[in-house]
């Protein structure tokens, strides 16, 4: 059934980066995007019952909130993707945390906030109006990454490493979708922002079925 539900999830996110590869958001578009995200939750509803799988449900429930808003144009809108992102890391970096005997922080998480930095003194200058949002939203961006890093540094488990890794292609995500917001339109943005965004959030749904 897992391999069913990731070839579907797959196929169905390669159809949608296809349908708006310019941008334009035509229907097909707009209804493989939300199935997209639910194929993947699908893969964490998989998962065996735990408390882990429980908080990943509800990330990547408040994360097909967020593609809902990033649909449409405006900042309104633009403001409520970021909203319900905002809180689905809040409850992925609980989920991270859940259940360690420990919180080692291991050395790379200086990686993390030196890509955080370099793209705050990118985009935050051009942010205008929304400069305090998306500073906020960049810190608790970081602090997801550096919970899967304690994560995966506590377990060493295959399971922490998908989160890992997932929690690290979310940031190449959303600095492509800053950079487009903010800097300017290039070719390709959308088939950037979208793979890597369900990439990631595929290998966050798939840690939990090696969660400990």
């Known amino acids: 059934m897992f391999k069913l539900i990731a070839a579907l999830a797959a196929a169905s996110a390669l159809a949608a980066i296809v349908a708006d590869w310019r941008e334009t958001k035509p229907p097909l578009f707009l209804a493989l995007k939300p199935l997209t995200t639910i194929l993947i939750a699908g893969i964490a509803a998989l998962a065996p019952e735990s408390d882990y799988r429980l908080l990943i449900l509800g990330g990547l429930a408040l994360s097909l909130a967020g593609d809902v808003c990033l649909m449409f144009e405006g900042d309104a809108a633009f403001i409520g993707g970021l909203s319900s992102f905002l809180l689905a890391h809040l409850v992925f970096m609980a989920a991270f945390l859940i259940g360690l005997p420990a919180w080692p922080v291991p050395w790379w998480v200086l990686g993390f906030v030196a890509y955080g930095a370099v793209f705050a003194a990118l985009l935050l200058p051009r942010a205008g109006k929304l400069k305090l949002p998306v500073l906020l939203y960049g810190l608790v961006l970081a602090g997801m990454a550096v919970t899967a890093s304690v994560r995966y540094s506590a377990l060493q488990s295959t399971?922490?490493?998908?989160?890992?890794?997932?929690?690290?292609?979310?940031?190449?995500?959303?600095?492509?979708?800053?950079?487009?917001?903010?800097?300017?339109?290039?070719?390709?943005?959308?088939?950037?922002?979208?793979?890597?965004?369900w990439l990631s959030i595929g290998l966050i749904a798939a840690s939990t079925l090696d969660a400990q």
């Not at 487009?180 to 943005?189: E, I, Q, S």
Request: hydrophobic share 50%; proline share 0%.
């Open 159 to 197: 399971g922490a490493l998908l989160a890992l890794i997932g929690a690290g292609l979310f940031l190449i995500s959303d600095s492509a979708l800053g950079t487009r917001k903010f800097v300017g339109r290039y070719v390709g943005a959308q088939g950037l922002i979208l793979s890597t965004y």
